[in-house]
């Protein structure tokens, strides 16, 4: 951020602005997109004195090759680092780069992750399944039990790991005491905060030392791109970054332009879809055809206070039980007219996802019991529609399972 900008303290304004340089190529007022892949020296003096200077640790004015840095990445890294109240961030390919080559950095042979339940699926499974191939041991234990995640922690233990809200039930995590159990403890704290957004939460905020993000959902907000981006201290970032370039799944110029171009909006965005969530929520607690709302925006769920002490939105994801078998769940779901069927969330579009039948269908019907991915279970994402719009599309297919 220039100086003109550094003392803009409010999320909203560092959406719009964060990581910008003021004055653009040809005084152009948006960001030019760098579609570049290498970048060139005018002598070897030059190269000799970038590599220098490299070796001694100092941060370059300038950029050598593609996988390393590229401007228009830079700039998004800004933003994503001022809206966290991070020192820096780094952008990859998805949510799930972020996910996995931060364990894959901080964790070795013999090392121990410990992780909540009801996380994303797939960041279970690389836990699981994947990291065993390494010799790193994962114990899951239930999001909210604090007394089990002290527990778990053995000597050996690198990484405490959770979601908040958690994803499909929205159970909400004590970020500050996760945070005094890891400092006290010595185990770095890692948290996917996907659902919440810098808008909602800011985990660093609480003592959290790393945040990490699909930003192809909200922050990215418009269904059309893929990434993933990791913020904490310099002192944590420089060696994930060093990681990365090797790894080497970064993201591009273009998924970083389109980026930038989502954050602009990313405030009013998630404003809307907080209270319209919270309407789409209470309509639903409501209704004959369903037997439970997961939302901690409703007073019913357990993680209403906490939420509401630690965030300042709930979000625009819900699930909820409808009132019937599998099939009548189908109905449901075949009969809305505006929502779309499809696995993402936090876009303009309002979407529906069966969970048993999509995300969990390669679970075994034991597995997703024990996951309480019921037949019944709906999550919906609301989009950017009006609420009004949202509820009716919902009353109309809730219809189908009254008669
Ligand atoms: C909470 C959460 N974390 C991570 C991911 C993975 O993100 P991506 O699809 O960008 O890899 C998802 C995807 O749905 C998610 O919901």
């Known amino acids: 951020m220039t100086d003109q900008l550094s003392a803009v303290v409010r999320n909203a304004t560092r959406a719009v602005h964060a990581g910008e340089v003021r004055r653009k ?13 290498t970048y060139t020296f005018d002598s070897m003096a030059e190269v000799c004195e970038f590599q ?3 070796a001694k640790g100092h941060v370059a004015d300038r950029f050598e090759y593609g996988r390393y840095g590229n401007p228009t990445i830079q700039a998004v890294e800004e933003r994503l680092a001022a809206l966290e109240k991070a ?24 090392r121990h992750i410990v992780m909540t339940d009801d996380s994303y699926r797939r960041t279970r499974q690389f836990c699981e399944d994947h990291l065993k191939r390494f010799n790193i041991e994962c114990t899951v ?7 089990a995640l002290e527990a778990a922690i053995r000597p050996e233990t690198r990484i405490l790991f959770s979601e908040t809200p958690s994803n499909p039930f929205l159970h909400v995590l004590d970020v500050e005491r996760f945070a005094e159990i890891g400092r006290r403890r010595g185990v770095l704290t890692v948290i996917d905060a996907t659902l919440s957004t810098p808008i909602n939460l800011r985990p ?11 930003a192809t959902k909200y922050l990215g907000g418009h269904n059309d791109l893929l990434a993933g981006f990791i913020a904490g201290s310099d002192r944590l970032i420089k060696p994930l970054r060093e990681a990365i370039g090797i790894f080497g799944g970064i993201s591009d110029p273009n998924t970083a332009y389109l980026l930038l171009r989502g954050l602009k909006t990313l405030n009013v965005r998630v404003q809307q879809q907080n ?3 919270q309407r789409v929520a209470e309509f639903l607690a409501q209704h004959p055809a369903v037997e439970n709302v997961y939302y901690p925006g409703l007073k019913s769920h357990p993680g209403h206070e906490l939420a509401a002490r630690q965030m300042t939105g709930f979000g625009g994801l819900l699930s909820f039980a409808v009132r019937g078998d599998r099939a009548a769940t189908f109905r449901v779901i075949d009969a809305l007219k505006l929502a779309y069927i499809s696995p993402s969330l936090g876009g303009a579009e309002t979407l529906v996802l069966h969970l048993a039948a999509m995300a969990y269908y390669d679970c075994t019907p ?20 009006d609420a ?3 509820i009716a599309d919902l009353d109309q297919a809730l219809r189908s399972v009254e008669g």
Do not use: K
């Open 275 to 277: 209270r319209s969530a």
């Open 52 to 54: 220098e200077a490299h």
């Open 141 to 147: 234990v239930p999001l909210g039990d604090y007394d």
């Open 204 to 214: 660093i905020e609480w003592g959290i030392d790393l945040v990490i993000h699909s």
């Open 25 to 37: 190529p040809q005084h152009a007022l948006i960001d030019p997109i760098f579609q570049t892949s």
């Open 388 to 390: 009004d719009d949202v």
């Open 87 to 110: 020192d820096s961030a780094i952008l990859v390919a998805s949510g799930m780069a972020a996910l996995t080559y931060t364990f894959l950095s901080i964790l070795r042979s013999g």
């Open 366 to 385: 034991e597995e997703r019991a024990e996951l309480g991915m019921a037949d019944n279970l709906v999550r919906l994402a609301v989009g950017l529609e």
